[in-house]
């Protein structure tokens, strides 16, 4: 270990703090320096299972299956989170997003492409109508 970097052979997590003591102010000359690390511990949070996205895209638009696919892989992904297999999960999670992602623009299309059809084919009948009515 550099003395001059205390912290370059330690892990990212630990910091140096050197000299903090009564009456001594950081890099203070003199008297026994003491170097003390601490340590922080980063809890991984475990990813989102995407659940409740995956039963409206499958209960209210599964085109071409992919809202079950999307279901089916949300639990997945939520056994792997109980068993403590965060990795798993993640994997198992980000399929259920990617799923549901497509899911949701395909609906979104077709939603948007019923309501053009219906308002042209509306627009098509009145005006029949008032051709036929017109003679």
Known sequence: MNPAHPTEACPPEAVALQGRGPG???????????????????????PSDYVVWSICNFIYGNMFC??????IFSIK???????????????????????NIWATVLN???????IILLISVSVQTSRMMHHYYRK
């Open 24 to 46: 001594r102010f950081p890099g203070q000359p003199g008297g026994p320096n003491v170097v003390q690390y601490t340590t922080v511990n980063i809890v991984a949070e475990p």
């Open 66 to 71: 992919l809202g079950l696919a999307a279901f």
């Open 77 to 99: 992904s939520r056994d792997r989170k109980v068993v403590g297999d965060h990795q798993g999960a993640r994997h198992y999670s980000s399929t259920a997003r990617c799923l």
């Open 108 to 114: 979104i299309i077709i939603l948007l492409f019923c």
